[in-house]
T-cell receptor, first 114, second 117 residues
Framework: DTAVSQTPKYLVTQMGNDKSIKCEQN?????MYWYKQDSKKFLKIMFS???????INETVPNRFSPKSPDKAHLNLHINSLELGDSAVYFC?????????????FGPGTRLTVL | AQSVTQLDSQVPVFEEAPVELRCNYS??????LFWYVQYPNQGLQLLLK??????LVKGINGFEAEFNKSQTSFHLRKPSVHISDTAEYFC???????????????FGQGTILTVHP
């Protein structure tokens, strides 16, 4: 069984469109994250939710809006897509917010904005 | 703010040779260190982690890492690599430098390990 799953795996879209990426974890974890991996493979955290509450919000454009309907799901909605949004987006989860916790990553969603 | 530096962007080695992938972190009040591996077109998988205790940490697939507080390093090693170890390796730190980090992992730039036959 997949622990952290993301859909879609690939997303190709035009500039200006709005798109969503979905993430689900079946590990019973309380905390979920979104990371962006750019073309140079650099990984940076974007958001984190703990029990549906936003706890980390890095300096991300407000075109990006995460939503957590329950603690097993964390979706990412992106408005007015720009070329620079092209990247691989990874969802992750962990048992809690403690720094010692291992984070479990999904397979990634490769977003290409044309 | 926490920072992690991986000193080598690419490391080519021959099969069955030993390998070391270097990682340095900025010092913090307390720090937890992780190594993740990313195979092509896949997500990240945890290899090993240092939380406390013994400075030599053993992980999956025969990898180990040594935490060195005085040198602020956490280098990853394997005595004999296999073709299947070809992947990108990420060092990451999660620390509390005066406040709650809330699990905010800081990643290094990644090291591509290529194992040649």
């Amino acid at each position: 069984d997949t622990a952290v799953s993301q859909t879609p795996k690939y997303l190709v879209t035009q500039m200006g469109n709005d798109k969503s990426i979905k993430c689900e974890q079946n590990l019973g974890h309380d905390t979920m994250y979104w990371y962006k991996q750019d073309s140079k493979k650099f990984l940076k955290i974007m958001f984190s939710y703990n029990n549906k509450e936003l706890i980390i919000n890095e300096t991300v454009p407000n075109r990006f809006s995460p939503k957590s309907p329950d603690k097993a799901h964390l979706n990412l909605h992106i408005n007015s897509l720009e070329l620079g949004d092209s990247a691989v987006y990874f969802c992750a989860s962990s048992p809690g917010t403690g720094s010692h916790n291992e984070q479990f990553f999904g397979p990634g969603t490769r977003l290409t904005v044309l | 703010a926490q920072s992690v530096t991986q000193l080598d962007s690419q490391v080519p080695v021959f099969e069955e040779a030993p390998v070391e992938l270097r990682c340095n972190y900025s010092s913090s009040v307390s720090v937890y260190l992780f190594w993740y591996v990313q195979y092509p077109n896949q997500g990240l998988q945890l290899l090993l982690k240092y939380l406390s205790g013994s400075t030599l940490v053993k992980g999956i697939n025969g990898f180990e890492a040594e935490f060195n507080k005085s040198q602020t390093s956490f280098h990853l090693r394997k005595p004999s690599v296999h073709i299947s170890d070809t992947a990108e390796y990420f060092c990451a730190a999660n620390g509390n430098a005066g406040g709650t980090s809330y699990g905010k992992l800081t990643f290094g730039q990644g090291t591509i390990l290529t194992v040649h036959p």
